[in-house]
Antibody, heavy 124, light 107 residues
Framework: QVQLVESGGALVEPGGSLRLSCAAS????????MTWMRQAPGKGLEWVASISFSGRTTHYVDSVKGRFTVSRDNAKKSLYLQLNSLRADDTAVYYC?????????????????WGQGTLVIVSS | DIQLTQSPSSLSASPGDRVTISCQAS??????LNWYQQKPGKAPKFLIF???ILETGVPSRFSGSGSGTHFTLTIDSLQPDDIATYYCQQYDDFPLTFGGGTKLEIK
């Protein structure tokens, strides 16, 4: 079955960096767009970044542009999120999600499978 | 950015009740709307895409409707297992955006 397992979350000081990973299994990883979502403690869901099948096309929410970088390694069936210049408001559980080609939208914005999440805390 | 406004923000209902949650978009998003269910301490679960199409395995008591700017998630015959927070999400344009959530409790 589809499995997404995030790792890399930690306590980091403001201005610091972190790299999150997501190991995928149970499906043909390279055939799917992938997306990172996040959820601050006690808050709602927020889309962070999406990446195309090959990794050539990426999209980011404005609040992380220039600070976060999404990438993937299809051979390793892994998704990554490099977090730089971290701020307190980046504190959240970060989820890796899979985007199937559902519906007729040109944007593959359906997240049908989610990992369990990894917690990033930005604090001094 | 497309804003999604969910109402109510919280809701208390009895087992067997019919529950309706609304999601209003700030502009026409066609039918490009998803619904997710999130139980406490768990990752969200995908329920519905394209406003009304149920994901495989989702109980038929869940249904979605709407298009344009107004959408609805309905749960017929509420079950105790349905206690969760429900989120709508649009994928008509980037940035993908979510509604603020509706917390559903059982009376």
């Amino acid at each position: 079955q589809v499995q997404l397992v995030e790792s890399g979350g930690a306590l980091v000081e403001p201005g610091g960096s972190l790299r999150l990973s997501c190991a995928a299994s149970g499906f043909s990883f390279g055939d799917y767009y992938m997306t990172w979502m996040r959820q601050a403690p006690g808050k709602g869901l927020e889309w962070v970044a999406s990446i195309s099948f090959s990794g050539r096309t990426t999209h980011y929410v404005d609040s992380v542009k220039g600070r976060f970088t999404v990438s993937r390694d299809n051979a390793k069936k892994s998704l990554y999120l490099q977090l730089n210049s971290l701020r307190a408001d980046d504190t959240a559980v970060y989820y890796c999600t899979r985007n199937p080609e559902y519906g007729s939208s040109s944007i593959l914005g359906v997240s049908d499978s989610w990992g369990q999440g990894t917690l990033v805390i930005v604090s001094s | 950015d497309i804003q999604l406004t969910q109402s109510p923000s919280s809701l208390s209902a009895s087992p067997g009740d019919r529950v309706t949650i609304s999601c209003q978009a700030s502009q026409d998003i066609g039918h490009y709307l998803n619904w997710y269910q999130q139980k406490p301490g768990k990752a969200p679960k995908f329920l519905i895409f394209d406003a009304s199409i149920l994901e495989t395995g989702v109980p038929s008591r869940f249904s979605g409707s709407g298009s344009g700017t107004h959408f609805t998630l309905t749960i017929d015959s509420l079950q105790p297992d349905d206690i969760a927070t429900y989120y709508c999400q649009q994928y008509d344009d980037f940035p993908l955006t979510f509604g603020g959530g509706t917390k559903l409790e059982i009376k």
